[in-house]
């Protein structure tokens, strides 16, 4: 099986190409790239092709593509990737806009690909032990939930909105929105925001508290701020706190770590846990090979994206914005 990664704008281009290398019978065949220092650069790492664009790629003989590039031009590359026939894997957040998810994913069920969203929390095994727990009902009837996803503002395009789409709360929010829709098979239906700019001097959000509430009645709540600075010992987190009529559950999903201390750079970490964007990748392989059903749909993509949309409508019109 090949595959090729459209541009390395996204960080985590280089933890799929490094999983990519680890699976065998799998190729990493081809780098488009519109930066070309930085897609030579690449494909000079992980010894592969360079193409200067998209279309040179998709007419290479591949069959899937994984598309990192800057939000705004997801629609654009899944688009051409899906009428060129080639299997998708999109980097979150699917869309910038909710119209943009909808065209990807129907394009590509017009054209029989697959079209998977990158959601690699939902590989972590404290996740994996909590969807177990609640599916077996050992939580009793779900009442609430509490997640956060705050992390350290990542610079570059991701804080310009006209390529990112928006600031922490367009960064953040699908991650463990994606994780509470996935654990109780359920969707939003109205969002409650406060979304401002608090810490950082670029004009861009980088403070958001959602209050959701879901079809099944559960109350949840999210905090998905850039409010970590560049010598906090974790870049990001992913926590989460179930509340059952019978029992709770709490996770820190990047607690699978060891904290190390020392006289030159103070407190530091070493991650032992899940490689959540090897699971992802290892999982895309296998939807593709069997040409079943993604685990992480592309709707699951859109669905999240409705939800950081109305959030920032929320902020916007300062009241709950119910979405249909």
């Known amino acids: 099986m090949k595959i090729g990664i459209i541009s390395f704008a996204h ?21 488009a790239d519109d930066n070309v220092t930085r897609g030579t650069k690449m494909a000079d790492t992980f010894q592969t092709d360079y193409y200067r664009d998209v279309d040179s790629l998709l007419s290479a003989e591949i069959e899937a593509v ?10 654009d590359h899944v688009t051409a990737a899906a009428e060129a026939g080639k ?37 972590n095994t404290s996740i994996i032990r909590a969807k177990e727990l609640v599916e077996a009902g050992k939580l009793g009837r779900i009442l609430a939930m509490k997640g956060t996803n705050r992390g350290t503002n990542p610079g ?5 909105p006209k390529k990112s789409g928006g600031g922490a709360v367009m960064d953040h929010t699908v991650h463990v929105v994606d994780v509470m829709r996935w654990l109780m098979k359920a969707e939003v239906n109205e969002v409650y925001a406060e979304v401002d700019q608090l810490i950082t ?29 560049k010598t906090y010992p974790t870049w990001g987190d992913v926590t989460l706190e179930i509340i059952g009529t019978d029992g709770m559950v709490s996770i820190d999903a990047f607690a699978q770590k060891v904290n190390v201390y020392s006289d030159d750079k103070g407190l530091a970490w070493d991650f032992w846990g899940d490689d959540m964007d090897f699971g ?10 069997n040409k079943r059903e993604p685990s992480i749909t592309g709707e699951d993509g859109m669905r999240a994206v409705e939800v950081a949309i109305a959030a920032y409508e929320s902020a916007s019109r300062k009241k709950p914005i119910y979405i249909g």
């Open 11 to 31: 960080m985590h281009a280089y933890s799929y190409a490094r999983s990519i290398q680890r699976i065998d019978g799998v190729e990493l065949a081809g780098i």
């Open 66 to 75: 994984i598309v990192t590039s800057e939000n705004v031009h997801h629609v």
């Open 87 to 123: 299997h998708i894997l999109c980097e979150k957040p699917l869309a910038t806009n909710t119209v943009d998810a909808k065209k990807m994913v129907a394009v590509c069920k017009e054209n029989g690909v697959i079209l998977q969203t990158a959601f690699p929390v939902r590989f």
């Open 156 to 160: 570059g395009w991701f804080i310009d």
């Open 201 to 229: 001097e670029e004009k861009i959000d980088d403070c958001g508290i959602l209050t959701l509430e879901f079809t099944n009645g559960v109350f949840a709540t999210l905090d998905c701020s850039w409010n970590r600075n």
């Open 280 to 289: 992802l990748i290892q999982d895309f392989v296998t939807t593709v090979l």
